[in-house]
C-alpha cells in the first residue's frame, strides 16, 4: 500500500524545510505542522497556507475546492 503524502508535506520536503520551520511561519508548533500533514488542515488553514506558501487551496483541501477548470481558447483556422 502506498502512503499518499499531503502536498504541505511534499512542499516542506521539496524545500528542504523542517517541521519547525514551518512551525514558525504559522505560529504553531511543529506538532500541529506534523498533524496537518498527517491528518489534514482546517478550512480557515488552508486558506492562511495557500496565501503564505502558494499551495494551491483544492490541493490541500479537495473535498471543500474543486481544482481551476481550465479552457482552452477557440483555434483559429
Not at 516542506?12 to 498533524?35: E, H, K, M, N, P
Not at 482546517?42 to 490541500?60: F, G, K, N, T, W
Request: proline share 5%; net charge positive; aromatic share 6%.
Amino acid at each position: 500500500m502506498t502512503e499518499r503524502i499531503s502536498a504541505l508535506k511534499q512542499y516542506r520536503l521539496s524545500r528542504g524545510l523542517s517541521l519547525q520551520a514551518v512551525a514558525d511561519l504559522f505560529g504553531v508548533t511543529r506538532g500541529l505542522i506534523l498533524y496537518w500533514e498527517n491528518k489534514g488542515v482546517s478550512a480557515e488553514r488552508a486558506l492562511d497556507i495557500e496565501r503564505e506558501l502558494q499551495i494551491p487551496r483544492h490541493m490541500l483541501r479537495p473535498d471543500l475546492w474543486d481544482a481551476p477548470v481550465r479552457t482552452r481558447k477557440p483555434s483559429r483556422g
